[in-house]
């Protein structure tokens, strides 16, 4: 049976969802999108072929640390998928939702830290949509989002509304002011503070990951 999102202060929590990705070079985040497949951004995994294999972090109190194996990675979203462990139980989003403008929102992602025991520690980030999109050739056609505090390691993370409906995947980030910063998957650190994310929506991460899972299945008959 799925189990349904955390609720803390009466907002669903991401860190219900989130998944902490590491690569040789990065840590960033996943989700599970469907029962065994996790959607992560595809420039975390970049320069790995599928069939590699990366090491995954959650909750203790929902799933031990583990492997999942990269199935695909999209050429037109920066979008990849992962195989988890069969044991790696992590709730499913409830739904899907598009995102207004104004709208609250949350987001959790992976904050790298100084000791390498722990290297990275699960964080969870509020905010709002702004209304505006923005299209980024490699990356896809993204949803603005203003959450104070996210980072880099937020890459591949989940967005929840206010009624924990999923919104989408954070893909980029940027520094304010905007107008002296562009949308970049790793911006180098700041002493300004990181508000904006660019965020692949989640009805173009399902059509994408159908596609890839379509194409990978036909591979293999």
Known sequence: MQQSPVVVSGRADPLALHVTVIVPRAIGSAFLLEPGVL??????????????????????????????????????????????????????????????????????????????????????????????????????????????????????????????????MIVAIRHRPASGSAFAPRQPASATTVEEALVLPAAAIRAEARRLLATRTASLR
């Open 39 to 168: 959607v992560t951004a595809g420039h975390l995994v970049k320069g790995l072929e599928p069939g590699a294999r990366v090491t995954l972090r959650a909750d203790p109190a929902r799933a031990a640390a583990g492997e999942a194996v990269l199935i695909a990675v999209s050429r037109d979203l920066d979008l990849a998928l992962l195989r988890p462990p069969a044991s790696f139980a992590l709730p499913l989003p409830e739904a899907d939702a598009t995102m207004a403008a104004y709208r609250p929102l949350s987001a959790a992602g992976a904050v790298p830290v100084r000791d390498p025991a722990v290297l990275a520690q699960r964080r969870r980030v509020e905010g709002s949509a702004t209304g505006d999109t923005m299209r980024i050739p490699g990356i896809g056609p993204g949803l603005i989002a203003r959450l104070a505090g996210v980072a880099p390691g937020f890459s591949g993370g989940p967005v929840l509304d206010d009624r924990g409906r999923l919104v989408g």
